[in-house]
């Protein structure tokens, strides 16, 4: 089944303390992206990357690392994370051409 | 910068009724538009996507225009369901590729 895999769906942690989130696609695609969705400020994009070795800033990247040392993973790293990173995190991929996003289930992050 | 508007923000209808909701973009240099469908605490799933060529998609009981030179997007959904009931979000996707969402159309559907 094609899908976007984010690990883990549910993470509480202390602040300081750094964190990986996981994300992972089958698809082959070229472009990957993290968005954090927090109530009333809606779908906002941390970081994306158009191919392997390729990552640039999206509208949030403040506190946040990326990788993309393979084609279908896109790791998001908190190197040290805060309380007013709590937030739902979503992994997206999408293939060249704009042929639409695939998003996965999210991951619910927070931090005491 | 591209922003995108969604209207209504929520939207109760009963059962069996059509409606329509209306997404709204300030720049016309799009690639694509994608509709989603996010329940409460989850993830989004794809709906219909709209390549900048095509002026509507059909999936079952929803229908997608897009008119780029107005800047606007509806979905139609038809003889609606309790279980449509959820949010709807739409994205542009320009050149760059890098989605603009709106801020979503919360639907709820009485039985």
């Known amino acids: 089944e094609a899908q976007v895999t984010q690990n883990p769906r549910y993470l509480i942690t202390v602040t300081g303390k750094k964190l990986t989130v996981t994300c992972s696609q089958n698809?082959?695609?070229?472009?990957m992206s993290w968005y954090r969705q927090d109530p009333g400020l809606g779908l906002r994009q941390i970081y994306y990357?158009?191919?392997?070795?390729?990552?640039d800033k999206g509208d949030v990247p403040e506190g946040y690392k990326v990788s993309r040392k393979e084609k279908r993973n896109f790791p998001l790293i908190l190197e040290s994370p805060s309380p007013n990173q709590t937030s739902l995190y979503f992994c997206?991929?999408?293939?060249?051409?704009?042929?639409?996003?695939?998003f996965g289930s999210g991951t619910r992050l927070t931090v005491v | 910068k591209q922003e995108v508007t969604q209207i209504p923000a929520a939207l109760s209808v009963p059962e069996g009724e059509n409606l329509v909701l209306n997404c709204s973009f300030t720049?016309?240099?799009?690639?694509?538009l994608q509709w989603f469908r996010q329940d409460p605490g989850k993830g989004l799933t794809s709906l219909l996507l709209?390549?900048?060529?095509?002026r509507e998609q059909t999936s079952g009981r929803l229908n997608a225009s897009l008119d780029k030179s107005s800047g606007r997007s509806t979905l139609y959904i038809a003889a609606s369901q309790p279980g449509d009931s959820a949010t709807y979000l739409c994205?542009?996707?320009?050149?760059?590729?890098?989605?603009?969402f709106g801020s979503g159309t919360q639907l709820t559907v009485l039985p």
């Open positions: 997206a991929s999408s293939p060249t051409g704009g042929r639409g996003y695939t």
């Open positions: 698809m082959n695609h070229e472009y």
């Open positions: 990357s158009m191919n392997v070795e390729v990552t």
């Open positions: 720049d016309s240099a799009i690639y694509n």
């Open positions: 709209i390549q900048s060529s095509q």
């Open positions: 994205a542009v996707i320009p050149q760059r590729r890098q989605l603009t």
